[in-house]
């Protein structure tokens, strides 16, 4: 199965989740469209529109989409290492959480620049500290 | 008041040291954030959001539509110097601005340019003051119906007009207004699809999702970044010689006309105004075969449009409310984060801020225009920060900012949730720009609806009934229906040239 046809079906289990969940919210209230009105409508849209595609990916070539970015970063990886982050916000706060993200972020998009990797990881959270806490006043766990 | 009265009030309150500071600020991040491969517009204002939380609305969003038409003129600097499009607007300019450096004239392709959008930012706004006003008080006379009309027009023209499959378009609308549902029904208070969660309860917020969907999925996907090194460039060499301007003249006053024109239309945008005047010279050209190989007009047009489209882009958000783009939206969304509706009330409601900001985009132009001239040398260099460094700054920024969005730790989940799905977006060929036109405008089309049918007990004929509703949403099914008579036709075109 294409890439196409399963993010459709992903697309159209959303679409009768959204419509089954908007089904036990009030239709209809006091002569007027209660809150269930434009999510009934929109699940119902979505799933049909996800349908339409998973057909037309049956119908066509499975062609991925034009615009296949052609980076060199590893998305997960780089999603998981900002999870971490964030996850270990609690324990030794935001600005040293992000020194810690960008020293591994930078060792993971290029190792061969040690210098220039413990410079970022210095710099970047104290510009963090200096424009968000001194500068803005946001409160930084 | 007349129109130069109020444009004088807003000279007054643009003119402000701390204005005319936001104002270079703006222009100066906006050029920089124009001149970095990987972050565009978008992502730059939507990341640089944050920045702006302690000022007052004015001086916030002087500062963003300097980032916002700053990033147009940055954009310029690395599709000359390095062949590589800081913006999407800016990706034509490398046809012949490219060939330009290469031939030893990225100087004069890099003052053609700033002369170029500095004449088209002025017209543009000029053009803005002229039309927004009389514009918003015709929007006056909106009722819900009209404006449901008119949001569904807006998401209909930015699905039809886009670039890749209407149809992922169209449903990434739609999810985008699944998301804009979740929270507190503001009729009812009922909660819809917050599973007991009370971060849910005011549903999500747009700016974690925009820095998501934006800064964080180009970052994740590596979609910036180039180690090729910038020729040297020093202050001299920015100065076209008389030559170069009457070759380029005509060029600027037509990309600049077409620009805005292409930039008032919900959907178009800057790309593709660039795009237009680009083939509309090329077209008209004596020597078309110039093209491609350095033609000084081939810069003028283009960039003249991206910035003429960027002032055009600004009249139907200030007048209807309507994004017309991407930028557009996250700028929407920043207007209603400051409690301002843009839309035809705010030139009454807020006169200082509509005509604050108008007289700000005069001085941002000349800002922008000495910022080029005397800084190139120095956003050169900062085209040689490597990308390995520069990405994971942006990750920061991108953590921090969502996080100063509400100082919560579950908008920073958000981020990331969304960025990874900003990717398998990305990927698949379903577009983000829709998605987050579609979250912005989703409470006001609801609301509309729900108001109009609660209006007319319950009848959808007062959709029909109603001529200018009638006639917006004709027009939104005629931007949808486009694209697919356009393909047909297309195809069969090509289908009768083979057989």
New interface residues.
Partial sequence: MT??RR?ALV?AAFGIF?TA??WR??Y??D?????????LW??I??TI??G??FV?AKATAPR??????T???D??A??I???L??AV??LVG?VA??GA??????WR??PR?PL??VA?TLA??LL?WL??VRW?????? | MSLFDNLAAGFAIALTPANLLFAFAGAFLGTLVGALPGIGSTSGVALLLPLTFGMNPTSAIIMLCGIYYGSMYGGTITSVLINTPGESATVVTTIDGYQMARQGRAGVALGVATGGSFVAGTFGTFALMLVAPTLARAALAFGPPEYFALTVLGLALLTGLTSGSPLKAFISAILGLIVATVGLDVMTGMPRFTFGLSDLFSGFDFLPISIALFGFTEILIGGGGTEQLAARLSIRDVFPSTRDWLQARWAIVRGTLIGFLIGTLPGAGATLASFMAYAAERRIAREPERFGRGAVEGVAAPESANNAAAAGALVPLLTLGLPGGTTTAVLAGALMMWGLRPGPTLFQDNPDFAWGLIASMYIGNVMLVLLNVLLIPVFVRALRVPYAILAPAILVLCVVGAFAANNRMWDVGVMIVFGVVGVGMRRLGYSAAAFITALVLGPLAENALRQSLQIAEGSPLVFVTRPIALGLLLAAALALAAPVFMRRSTAGAVSRETT
């Fill in positions: 890439t196409d993010a697309l959204i969940q908007a919210l009030p209809w209230l002569r007027s469209p209660g809150p269930g009105f434009v999510p929109l699940g849209l979505l529109c996800a339409w595609v037309r991925e989409a034009e615009d296949q970015p980076g060199r970063s998305p997960y780089l999603a290492m900002t999870t982050a964030a916000v609690p935001l959480a992000t993200l960008t020293a591994a972020a930078a998009l290029d620049r220039a990797i970022a970047t959270p963090v424009v968000f803005l006043g946001v409160p930084l766990p």
